[in-house]
């Protein structure tokens, strides 16, 4: 079983559509979760951080984070052409006595117009 | 705050060449990480840097190292230099204070192996 895996893609939605990205992981101490926007041709961009269990939301971009299930989702409200990209998953796992990234395998997003 | 810069933004070695890449990390920030990313393997760990001494290292071969200055820049040196090394290379830098690891990666030098 991979660390952090998330739904295969590509993931394609039409404009003004929810997007759904999950992702789940193994380790159970995992401490800190990310979403990532990756765009094709550049570095990713950190979009989201949720600590705690429940929703985060910020502008049209909503994580949820549920621990007891290993869990966690990104929802795109309003789906916008300038949202298609790879998004990563990041998990923060307690490993020896310092944090670890782990990063998922990514999932493409196609907005459609 | 200037974010993460990368340098060289673009490289052709040839192979069994060496090569290094520098970063420099956000004002601030003590941690730096560097990961290989393909098409293939996505994104994958290399080693992290904290006030100069790497505390995390991933699976890569004994040719990939770094080191950490005491500004917190950073540089990383592949040996040897074999065609599978082509990727992008990214560096990120975080204030790793806390549970937050929030991660911000620069734009990331692109290696080409021939």
């Known amino acids: 079983q991979k660390e952090v895996e998330q739904n295969s893609g590509p993931l394609s939605v039409p404009e003004g559509a929810i997007a759904s990205l999950n992702c789940t992981y193994s380790d159970r101490v995992s401490q800190s979760f990310f979403w990532y926007r990756q765009y094709s041709g550049k570095s990713p961009e950190l979009i989201m951080s949720?600590?705690?269990?429940g929703d985060k939301e910020d502008g049209r971009f909503t994580a949820q984070l549920n621990k007891a299930s290993q869990y966690v989702s990104l929802l795109i409200r309003d789906s916008q052409p300038s949202d298609s990209a790879t998004y990563l998953c990041a998990v923060s796992s307690l490993k020896t006595s310092y944090d670890k990234v782990i990063f998922g395998p990514g999932t493409s997003l196609s907005v459609i117009p | 705050k200037a974010g993460v810069t990368q340098t060289p933004r673009y490289l052709i070695k040839t192979r069994g060449q060496q090569v290094t890449l520098s970063c420099s990390p956000i004002?601030?920030?003590?941690?730096v990480s560097w990961y290989q990313q393909t098409p293939g393997q996505g994104l994958q760990f290399l080693f992290e840097?904290?006030?100069?001494?790497?505390?995390n290292k991933g699976n890569f071969p004994g040719r990939f190292s770094g080191r950490q200055f005491s500004n917190s820049r950073s540089e990383m040196n592949v040996s040897t230099l074999e065609l599978g090394d082509s990727a992008l290379y990214l560096c990120a830098s975080s204030e790793s204070r806390g549970r937050s690891y929030e991660q911000y990666f620069g734009p990331g030098t692109r290696l080409t192996v021939t």
């Open positions: 840097y904290f006030s100069e001494t790497q505390r």
């Open positions: 949720i600590y705690s269990n």
């Open positions: 004002s601030g920030h003590r941690s």
